[in-house]
């Protein structure tokens, strides 16, 4: 049944046609990303990222409501979601803007909304007698911690970016030669500013590589195939899987960032995989028809992205139901909707072309060669 | 089956590959030992001891500074390794020592700092943001401000001679209030030393016990210094940090009442010296305290270290006639690699009052290590389902396990040998790292699908004129091609600060896939089906 795919695929449609669509869609993409546009993450837009974690749940109105007092504050692009914390498992309340945002403006907003803010862990200890003096050292240098006694209540407070609980315990009571009870509040806020110049940096960087990586690819496919139309159908296949991820990322929201830049570097890489094989497996092959070539090559390309797309969708089922990494999901989403587009550029397009170019334009080729074997 | 794998056994692509994934073992492991201690703990054997882990996995804080224009001219190379060693210097005299700090793109700072506390982060953005408080004195008097002094940074400005020994100089200009108080305190002083501070401590008194007392007083600094003071009369009388001897471990309150307007004591001794009693009673006098034993150092190494006095070249012109606006520190050191030396920290220090260009923090991000630590976990995770996931298709593909086994076993091989010369060359593992080992090992599989193919469903047809080796060649072909377009697409993303990890592992894994891995499944395969 996976013999002649190519043959049964062309006799269902004339392959002509099959070659223009993904030409056609590819064209279509480009309006599609210029009204919708694709949307920058911070890291190259500049802005602030804020997660706080809230112990309470939050409903659809409790977010609607701290919308509009974040109003207040001009922030532009605001963007309020939900999701869970890797950690803990709680709820997660992330807020995005491509605002700069006044730390001292947006805290008390968002207090009256999800509780105390802890910007940093803090163990709250009450202490019988005084702590001895090394303490402070010893507690500073193992959690990386700030420790502060107060005489008048009798209260030790240690805080750190990321205190261990039970260490700190085991660590008191040791030191302190007394059984402790301790009140460990965590810390549940974390503001990341990224400056406008710095993101239009990693912008211009990311442009400026994405510029050369292509230059780079055309001489390396034109040296390889030292044949410029099949090189050129390589390169068309890629940059139409691009503009396809592109046109997805564009639809589904997901943001370019230094992740999404990261996963269409990796599809051009796949993408021209497939297309290299098939390729080499009709040019470079002298048995069988044009026809059985693809076929064979075929085969096997769709191995090869087959298994690619199932990991993509494994991966994608795994990290939005078990795990919540979110830059998992959005690199993985950009592969599969760029290699479901590969499908089409290498199997319709490509070969198409290929299958063009051999058997009506291939009459010249083989008259050169001839020639030169004279 | 069993003459296959001894014959393979015997080639020499499977037993480099063999010997590959063993060293990278044992150098992932630690046990060949790449990584001496993490955290300031020591590291033995263990799986994932030899890798060193970036800010993603270990947790810690990033800053990145934007460096401005200075105020005449554009920013350059040179000024940026000036600010890079400013920084540096100031932050290793706080105690926090090998924070890296990266210049990068045309004006960028990058600050990793993995373990601190919110308090010593906080110091370090201060630090990052406010000048460093330079200030020359003579005899204990102020003379220049560090805001006072300009130092051309282009080639003019400095240089040296490459004769032995050599002589090197750093020309430098001051401003009007600068030249003036100059003028006033040096006049008369020509041939002594002018002690140059960087944030010298504010307000501070040195305690000390007596014995290290004596020792002070009886060394002198006569091998580099211009004078033979010694190290007692430098801090007292030239520094102006006045010093609380101990005698027997009991604290002078006769005496600790003369420094009433002081605020912080250092203790210039360890606990078995002066003892945490009298650093209590010190806090019980509302002074902040602070401990700087002198562990193996030299005392006067030591000492100097504490005040933050750094140089003290002798002045050798008029400050009010010839040197008043514009002097010329000189120097000489026997070779010119350390005249050169000597002349880059002279400038460094004379820029540190007075950054070269202005720093703004631009982004600030933190990385807890428990989220680290789950993202390791869970990227481990991940990998071994998508292991599972590419021998499942497989295995649906061809319907046979000596297929299925090898492609595995060489996907496995291939992320160790990554991982191996990772820890090797101790490159740091991020997320955009991951992202690469998986970009390489996902290229890997396709590239043996190639293979399988080009050898199986030829050897199942009737004999054809294209041989095994022929079939094989044509499949590197398409793999060597493919290797060569996914390095041309990393190679540009090396200058994108962020995913270097990513172009690096993906460059990496090609290279083990293209001229190890590949090859020696080939091998296997090649075997299996001449079987």
């Given at each position: 049944m996976f013999d002649d795919m190519y043959t049964r695929l062309i006799g269902i449609a004339n392959y002509k046609v099959l070659l223009f669509l993904p030409i056609v869609f590819s064209l279509l993409v480009i309006p599609l990303i210029y009204i919708q546009e694709i949307p920058l993450g911070i890291d190259f837009q500049g802005g602030t990222w804020i997660e706080t974690i809230t112990d309470k749940g939050m409903s659809f109105e409790e977010i609607n409501g701290l919308k509009l007092e974040l109003d207040s504050l001009n922030l532009e692009d605001l963007q309020v979601y939900l999701g869970k914390d890797v950690i803990t498992g709680r709820e997660k309340l992330t807020i995005i803007t491509t605002s700069m945002v006044n730390k001292t403006e947006i805290e008390p907003i968002l207090e009256s909304f999800v509780g105390k803010l802890n910007e940093v862990d803090t163990a709250i200890v009450p202490v019988q007698g005084k702590p001895p003096i090394d303490l402070e050292e010893k507690l500073s240098g193992r959690f990386n911690a700030d420790v502060k006694f107060d005489e008048n209540t009798g209260l030790l407070t240690i805080s750190a970016f990321e205190i261990d609980g039970e260490k700190l315990e085991r660590a008191l009571e040791f030191y302190l030669n007394q059984k402790i009870t301790m009140d460990l509040q965590k810390k549940n806020i974390n503001i990341k500013p990224v400056g406008k110049t710095l993101g239009k940096t990693f912008r211009e960087q990311g442009i400026r590589a994405v510029i050369f990586a292509y230059l780079l690819i055309i001489s390396v496919i034109l040296f390889a195939f030292r044949d410029p139309i099949p090189s050129l159908a390589v390169i068309l296949a890629g940059t139409c899987d691009a503009l396809i991820a592109l046109g997805g990322m564009s639809i589904f929201g997901i943001s370019l960032e230094p992740a999404s830049l990261v996963a269409l570097l990796m599809l051009i890489g796949y993408s021209v995989d497939s297309d290299i094989l098939l390729t080499t497996r009709v040019l470079r092959r002298r048995t069988g028809t044009v026809d059985d070539r693809i076929n064979d090559a075929m085969k096997t390309g769709l191995t090869m992205t087959g298994t690619t797309i199932v990991v993509m969708v494994v991966i994608i089922l795994v990290s939005t139901?078990?795990?919540?990494i979110e830059i998992l999901t959005s690199i993985a989403s950009v592969l599969l909707i760029g290699l479901v587009g590969d499908l089409t550029t290498t199997w319709f397009m490509n070969a198409g072309i290929l299958k063009w170019y051999v058997e009506e334009k291939g009459g010249k080729l083989r008259i050169l060669q001839s020639l030169r074997r004279r | 089956m069993e003459a296959t794998i001894r014959r393979l056994l015997k080639s020499w692509r499977i037993i480099i590959l063999i010997s590959m994934v063993s060293i990278s073992l044992a150098l992932i492991a630690n046990v060949i030992p790449v990584n001496k201690e993490r955290a300031n703990e020591p590291l033995g054997v263990g799986f994932g001891n030899g890798l060193d882990y970036g800010l993603d996995f270990a947790g810690g804080i990033q800053i990145q500074l934007r460096l401005e224009d200075p105020p005449n001219g554009t920013l350059n190379p040179d000024i940026i390794e000036i600010e890079k060693g400013i920084l540096e210097r100031r932050l290793n005299a706080m105690g926090l020592r090998d924070i890296p700090v990266r210049p990068w793109g045309e004006r960028y700072i990058l600050i990793q700092v993995a373990s601190a506390s919110p308090e010593e982060i906080t110091s370090i953005e201060n630090i990052l943001r406010q000048q460093a408080r330079f200030e020359a004195r003579m005899d204990g008097e102020l003379a220049i401000l560090g805001s006072e002094i300009n130092i051309d940074l282009g080639p003019q400005g400095s240089g040296l001679t490459r004769t032995e020994p050599s002589e090197w100089y750093v020309a430098i200009r001051l401003t009007m209030t600068g030249g003036e108080r100059f003028c006033t305190v040096g006049g008369n002083k020509r041939g002594e030393p002018i002690d140059m501070f960087l944030d010298r401590p504010e307000s501070t008194i040195i305690a000390m016990t007596n014995g290290t007392y004596t020792i002070l007083d009886e060394l002198t600094e006569t091998e580099n210094g211009p004078t033979s003071d010694s190290y007692i009369k430098i801090v007292e009388n030239r520094s102006l940090i006045p010093i609380l001897v101990i005698e027997n471990d009991t604290l002078d309150l006769e005496k600790l009442a003369e420094f009433k307007s002081y605020k912080k004591v250092i203790i210039a001794a360890d606990e078995d010296q002066i003892s945490d009693n009298v650093r209590n009673e010190l806090e019980d006098y509302n002074l902040t305290t602070e401990r700087k034993p002198r562990?193996?150092?030299e005392y006067g190494e030591w000492i100097l270290t504490i005040i933050g006095l750094r140089s003290s070249p002798t002045l050798r012109c008029d400050p009010c006639t010839q040197c008043k606006y514009n002097a010329q520190i000189t120097g000489s050191a026997p070779t010119f690699e350390e005249a050169k030396d000597e002349m880059e920290e002279t400038k460094i220090l004379l820029s540190s009052g007075n950054l070269p260009a202005k720093a703004a923090v631009e982004s600030k991000s933190e990385f807890p290590s428990s989220l680290g630590e789950k993202f390791l976990e869970y990227s481990f995770i991940i990998g071994v389902i998508a292991i599972i996931t590419v021998a499942l298709v497989i295995f649906l593909r061809y319907r046979a396990l000596f297929i299925v086994i090898p492609t595995i076993i060489t996907g496995l091989s291939e992320i160790i040998i990554i991982l191996g010369i990772a820890s090797l060359i101790n490159w740091e593992l991020d997320l955009p790292a991951v992202a690469g080992i998986i970009a390489a090992v996902g290229t890997g599989v396709d590239d043996q699908i190639v293979i399988t193919d080009e050898t199986i469903k030829r050897g199942r047809e009737k004999k054809k004129i294209v041989s095994l080796t022929e079939r094989i060649r044509r499949a590197f072909f398409i793999i060597f091609t493919a290797a060569a377009t996914t390095i041309a697409v990393m190679l540009p993303v090396f200058s994108i600060q962020a995913l270097k990890g990513f172009a690096f592992m993906t460059i990496v894994g090609v290279l083990i896939g293209v001229f190890i891995t590949r090859p020696s499944y080939a091998k296997i395969i090649e075997e299996i089906v001449a079987d």
């Open positions: 139901t078990v795990f919540q | 562990d193996d150092r």
